[in-house]
């Protein structure tokens, strides 16, 4: 836990404007401002985490995922419960589960009718366009730092963008040791956001 700790302290550090030597312009400080306004949607309550992280919770009509045009007008019953649940998942009730609302340090999460939304800090967006600055500059299809490991980036920025797909194939993949493994993944990220699918075998 403290290894982890560390890492995560090591990796802000190394991500801090004042660590990469590079200001931000007018021009970038207002972008990243207007985003922050943006993102930032009015809270009917504010809530911790028992990790100190702030969520706002946010009406379920207002929360950012409906500022997309195909999402517009999106209906939702909050009274409404699941009349099924997938094959081989069964509906339990035992206090040996982790429910969600023992993460909330007011016990019970955030109201009916809205949704957590964690806080954005400018902060937050500084240090998501600085990572993928860093990201952009050292992509390189052979790793040399970890051998055998190839990997292809894109970036796009400045559009709309409604989508994103891929196409993956591979045929019994061999493993020789615990170290390896064999993955394939799309993400998308915007800001301090990202949303990953894929799979993993190691």
Same mark, same amino acid.
């Given at each position: 836990?403290?290894?982890?700790?560390?890492?995560?302290?090591?990796?802000?550090?190394?991500?801090?404007?004042?660590?990469?030597?590079?200001?931000?312009?007018?021009?970038?400080?207002?972008?990243?401002?207007?985003?922050?306004?943006?993102?930032?949607?009015?809270?009917?309550?504010?809530?911790?985490? %028992?990790?100190?992280? $702030?969520? /706002?919770?946010?009406?379920?009509? =207002?929360?950012? *995922?409906?500022?997309?045009?195909?999402?517009? #007008?999106?209906?939702?019953?909050?009274?409404?419960?699941?009349?099924?649940?997938?094959?081989?998942?069964?509906?339990?009730?035992?206090?040996?589960?982790?429910?969600?609302?023992?993460?909330?340090?007011?016990?019970?999460?955030?109201?009916?009718?809205?949704?957590? %939304?964690?806080?954005? $800090?400018? /902060?937050?967006?500084?240090?998501? =366009?600085?990572? *993928?600055?860093?990201?952009?500059?050292?992509? #390189?299809?052979?790793?040399?730092?970890?051998?055998?490991?190839?990997?292809?980036?894109?970036?796009?920025?400045?559009?709309?963008?409604?989508?994103?797909?891929?196409?993956?194939?591979?045929?019994?993949?061999?493993?020789?040791?615990?170290?390896?493994?064999?993955?394939?993944?799309?993400?998308?990220?915007?800001?301090?956001?990202?949303?990953?699918?894929?799979?993993?075998?190691?």
């Amino acid at each position: 836990m403290a290894f982890k700790v560390a890492l995560a302290i090591l990796l802000l550090w190394y991500l801090s404007p004042t660590c990469i030597g590079r200001t931000l312009s007018v021009e970038e400080d207002l972008e990243l401002e207007k985003e922050l306004k943006r993102l930032t949607k009015p809270a009917v309550e504010t809530i911790l985490t %028992i990790y100190g992280d $702030t969520y /706002d919770c946010v009406d379920f009509y =207002k929360q950012p *995922a409906f500022d997309h045009p195909l999402l517009k #007008n999106h209906s939702y019953h909050f009274q409404m419960k699941p009349t099924s649940y997938p094959t081989g998942r069964r509906q339990r009730n035992s206090s040996s589960i982790l429910r969600p609302e023992t993460l909330w340090l007011n016990g019970k999460g955030c109201p009916t009718g809205t949704v957590p %939304i964690k806080r954005v $800090t400018k /902060d937050d967006l500084i240090r998501a =366009k600085l990572a *993928a600055e860093i990201y952009a500059s050292n992509v #390189n299809p052979q790793n040399a730092a970890r051998p055998g490991v190839h990997f292809a980036g894109g970036r796009l920025s400045n559009g709309k963008y409604y989508g994103a797909g891929m196409f993956t194939s591979l045929y019994n993949p061999k493993l020789y040791d615990k170290s390896q493994y064999s993955s394939s993944e799309i993400k998308i990220q915007n800001g301090p956001d990202s949303l990953i699918f894929g799979w993993t075998v190691s």
